[in-house]
């Protein structure tokens, strides 16, 4: 402190800036009234600062980097764990602008001073602007503008959190705003007492000028100033915050639904208000499920695609991808956010529908963002799908760059690998692993890696070499790596042929762990090849029972996709190696609630459900013995009595059999059916068939369901008096048998079970069929006046419906009434299974109202399935309906 005189008194003035926290008071002049002159300075300041002044005038500065510095360690964990990245910056336009003054008087600066506080945590991320509105001797923050990426919590509330944790114990939340209370006495209060002086009064003090430039805030009071002028932003935001302030307190509490209704009553007040539509979207867009809900309450303040990565989430929700992406597009040339920006662009990468347009937009998040190292990986992802090994070698060069220490950078060249080993280029994956190697040498994921890069270049035996050593490493460590037992089990399996000591390896693979579902598919299909059977399945049996208890879990991870691709295999070999069709049918359907769009296993799903649909034969009367007074008369099931007939069946005739139920016809159809099938098909089995892939091919793709060969099929007409559901296929020859089995036929052949697409399609009679016994009237029955087509032929006007139909709801997926049309069209043609799958779809991916008027016509297809399949005898796949109805 420094004696000097001010306007004409004497007064303690600042000799050199005062560091306060990560403000720097640079002035500070207090007056000492009540001295006469003339005075006695001999003693200097400590003579005077006993007394108590007035505070004259008062300047503080702070810089947004210092600032920055300073509330990081305060905002830790309000984005989540990990490191977080913040910064603080000068709003744009924040400098004074001249205002209107009443005539005679010389106009004033409206000063908008603000920042833009903005924080990072892994690939969340939040900014909003601060708006500083000063009182008489208090500071107010109000936040606006709060947008994000990847938030748990609504960006308004999550300012309103930040600015609290952030202004300290002293600061409260009034009217939507954080007000300071008393900013002038704090600071005095502070800074005095530590420079030997008495804190003086600050009743006549006033914030004046409050300005923003190059990267430094400016805060001046000065005593008996007329009150700040305001500019219209600033203005605004009081209002705003005045209106909203019941919303913005249950917000900052967590208490959302209050939040929501109180925003309401204040849109009532202040219709089309976008800060207030604004808050109202993110509530519903972070609850979940109220997307069309939200969309609804934001395109009445603004468009949609205007409203930044807010709207850009509730477009995709809807269905609206290309809306969604331009949405993003628009929000991230527009943030002045680098990370959030990137981030943005990084969404809308994985909105693009082409690799070109996904790499542009990856681009532009890189160039908004180099260091982002999230959006560094997708672009090498995305250079390696397009086959751009060069490129994605220099974001992977560029990753190691950026990180410090040897376990970083190993972990880097790892990952790298493991993504170039992915997509096929063993020869790169190969090179990197040996970099991530060169910086943790006794790495067992490392040596685990390179092997399988070996393995697949075709270097078997080197393969199996290194994955000895790596789990010699691992045991060293005390670690068990599933990953490494399941490729040394596969090692053993492909290139030692030993599967016995491959099942040993994978069996001792306990459940719970990542690779434990794998591992239960892969005990089976080998237990099926050494000619176990029934152990498969029992395998198979725990890979469902395991997939059934996280069932949860699954639908809404990653992996969903992947585990279904497992129960479709698993589904495949009960298929062919038991015949089971009810086990295979159980697979896929657990694999159809993981990936309810994989078109191959739906279509699996109704083959196999077809097959078991399929009516037992009527039991086929004992042959009547030939009389023996008629030479003539030669009895066809005599077989050894009759050498030529006989020799021109080519086959034994077996004796006359005995009376069966319909289940023994059933399975003994489905024997012979697959006994003929093995027949037809076998092929040798060498070393290389063996190491070929066995996953089944059901890949993600627009494969078209399987058809069949009908051809020489003949139906005779079906008997009106037969069960509902009950068809008869008299004379012909099976779909099963082929040109060349025509001399194969035998008399047990001659009532073989309809083809999967007839069974799915019942044939029409000439009156209209009635429910089964017990089933809803459903509001989709055939009217009198409807009658369908003769027995065996579809009608035309319901089947060429169905393909109009079909093509209008491709190309409007969210159209209800033509939903509504497709499905009563189904129903009339009694295709249940395709009506189960229309009706299922849209209520999965349907709001609220459209589940409520789809999910009591799903039950009554459900119903309705069940009741048939108890009508032939089906226990099980009944049971699974039921389960079906059970399910939310």
């Known amino acids: 402190m420094r004696l000097a005189l001010n306007r004409g008194a004497l007064a303690l003035e600042l000799a050199e800036p005062f560091q306060l926290g990560p403000f720097s008071l640079t002035e500070l002049v207090v007056r000492i009234p009540g001295l006469r002159f003339p005075l006695d300075l001999s003693g200097g300041v400590a003579r005077f600062r006993h007394r108590r002044g007035a505070l004259e005038r008062l300047v503080l500065e702070v810089r947004t980097t210092e600032l920055g510095t300073w509330l990081t360690p305060r905002l830790r964990g309000l984005l989540g764990a990990g490191p977080t990245e913040l910064e603080v910056a000068p709003l744009r336009g924040s400098a004074p602008a001249p205002r209107l003054a009443l005539p005679g008087q010389a106009p004033r600066l409206a000063s908008s001073p603000g920042v833009l506080l903005a924080l990072r945590v892994g690939e969340a991320a939040l900014a909003f602007d601060v708006v500083i509105a000063p009182g008489e001797r208090d500071l107010r923050l109000i936040p606006e503008r709060a947008r994000g990426v990847g938030l748990g919590a609504p960006p308004h509330a999550l300012a309103l959190q930040a600015l609290m944790a952030g202004s300290g114990p002293g600061a409260q939340l009034l009217g939507g705003a954080v007000v300071v209370a008393d900013?002038?006495?704090?600071?005095?209060?502070?800074?005095?007492?530590a420079a030997g002086a008495r804190a003086p009064a600050v009743d006549a003090v006033r914030w004046t000028e409050l300005t923003a430039s190059a990267g430094t805030l400016r805060f001046e009071a000065v005593a008996e100033a007329p009150p700040p002028a305001l500019d219209d932003r600033t203005l605004s935001a009081l209002e705003a915050a005045e209106i909203a302030a019941d919303g913005d307190r249950a917000a900052a509490e967590g208490d959302l639904d209050a939040a929501r209704q109180a925003y309401l009553s204040a849109l009532e007040r202040a219709p089309?208000?976008?800060e207030l539509a604004t808050r109202v979207a993110w509530i519903d867009c972070v609850v979940g499920e109220r997307a069309e809900a939200a969309l609804a309450t934001l395109v009445?303040?603004?468009?949609?695609?205007?409203?930044?990565?807010?709207?850009?989430?509730?477009?995709?929700?809807v269905g609206d991808r290309d809306a969604a992406f331009t949405a993003l597009e628009r929000a991230a040339h527009g943030e002045p956010y680098g990370p959030l920006s990137a981030l943005g662009w990084l969404r809308a990468a994985r909105l693009s529908e082409t690799p070109a347009m996904r790499l542009q937009a990856l681009d532009e998040g890189v160039a908004r963002a180099p260091l982002l190292a999230e959006l560094r990986w997708a672009r090498l992802e995305a250079r390696l799908d397009v086959a751009d090994a060069r490129g994605a070698m220099a974001d992977a060069e560029h990753l190691e760059a950026a990180t410090r220490g040897a376990q970083a950078r190993h972990a880097v060249w790892r990952r790298a690998a493991e993504a170039y080993l992915a997509r096929g280029h063993a020869a790169d994956a190969r090179r990197l692993f040996e970099r991530a190697l060169r910086y943790a040498p006794d790495s067992p994921?490392?040596?685990?890696?390179?092997g399988r890069s070996l393995r697949a270049a075709g270097e078997g035996r080197r393969a199996l070499d290194l994955l000895a050593r790596a789990r010699a490493l691992a045991e060293?460590?005390?670690?068990t790596v599933g990953a490494l037992e399941l490729e040394l089990a596969r090692g053993l399996a492909e290139l030692a042929n030993d599967r016995p000591a491959a099942i040993a390896r994978v069996h001792g693979i306990p459940p719970g762990t990542p690779e434990a579902l794998e591992a239960r598919l892969l005990e089976g299909r080998w237990r099926a090849e050494l000619g176990d059977p029934e152990g498969a399945s029992l395998c198979l049996s725990?890979?469902?029972?395991?997939?059934?208890?996280?069932?949860?879990?699954?639908?809404?991870g990653p992996e969903a996709s992947r585990v279904a691709s497992l129960l479709a295999e698993a589904a495949e070999i009960e298929e062919r190696e038991r015949g089971d069709l009810l086990a295979a049918q159980l697979h896929l359907g657990l694999a159809m609630r993981l990936s309810p769009r994989h078109p191959g296993i739906g279509a699996a799903f109704r083959r196999v459900t077809a097959e078991l649909k399929r009516p037992a034969p009527p039991p086929r009367p004992a042959p009547l013995p030939a009389a023996p007074s008629s030479a003539s008369h030669r009895d066809p099931y005599a077989g050894a009595r009759d050498d030529e007939f006989q020799a021109a069946d080519h086959h034994p005739q077996p004796a006359a059999p005995a009376p069966r139920t319909a289940g023994h016809e059933r399975e003994g159809a489905t024997h012979r059916r697959h006994a003929r099938g093995h027949e037809r098909h076998a092929v040798e089995l060498t070393p290389e068939a063996l190491r070929a892939p066995r996953l089944p091919a059901w890949e993600d793709t627009s494969a078209e369901e399987p058809t069949y060969d009908h051809e020489g099929l003949e139906h005779e007409a079906h008997d009106p008096s037969a069960p509902y559901g009950y068809e008869q296929i008299a004379g012909g020859v099976s779909h099963d048998s082929s040109p060349g089995d025509e001399d194969d036929s035998s008399p047990d052949d001659e009532d073989e079970l309809p083809s999967s697409e007839e069974a799915s399609t019942p044939h029409h009679d000439a009156r209209p069929r009635p429910p089964p016994q017990g089933a809803p009237q459903a509001w989709w029955t055939q009217p009198e006046d409807e009658v369908g087509s003769p027995?065996?032929?579809?009608?035309?006007?319901d089947e060429q419906l169905v393909e109009r139909l079909t093509e209008r709801l491709r190309a409007d997926p969210h159209d209800q009434q033509i939903t509504l049309d497709l499905a009563?069209?189904?129903a009339r043609l009694g295709r249940d299974l395709d009506l189960l799958a229309l009706l299922s779809a849209r209520i999965e991916e349907g709001d609220d109202a459209v589940r409520d008027q789809l999910t009591p016509l799903r039950r009554e297809v459900l119903q309705r399935l069940s009741l048939q399949a108890r009508a032939a005898g089906r226990t099980s796949e009944a049971e699974l309906y039921e389960m079906m109805l059970e399910m939310p």
């Open 791 to 797: 027995a065996g032929e579809p009608n035309p006007e």
């Open 272 to 274: 089309r208000h976008r």
């Open 542 to 556: 725990r890979l469902r029972a395991a997939v059934e208890m996280g069932s949860a879990e699954l639908v809404a």
């Open 824 to 826: 009563a069209a189904l």
């Open 300 to 317: 009445e303040a603004m468009p949609a695609v205007d409203a930044g990565v807010l709207g850009a989430e509730l477009l995709e929700a």
């Open 476 to 479: 060293r460590r005390g670690q």
């Open 445 to 450: 994921e490392a040596a685990l890696g390179l």
């Open 183 to 193: 900013a002038v006495a704090r600071v005095v209060r502070e800074a005095m007492p």
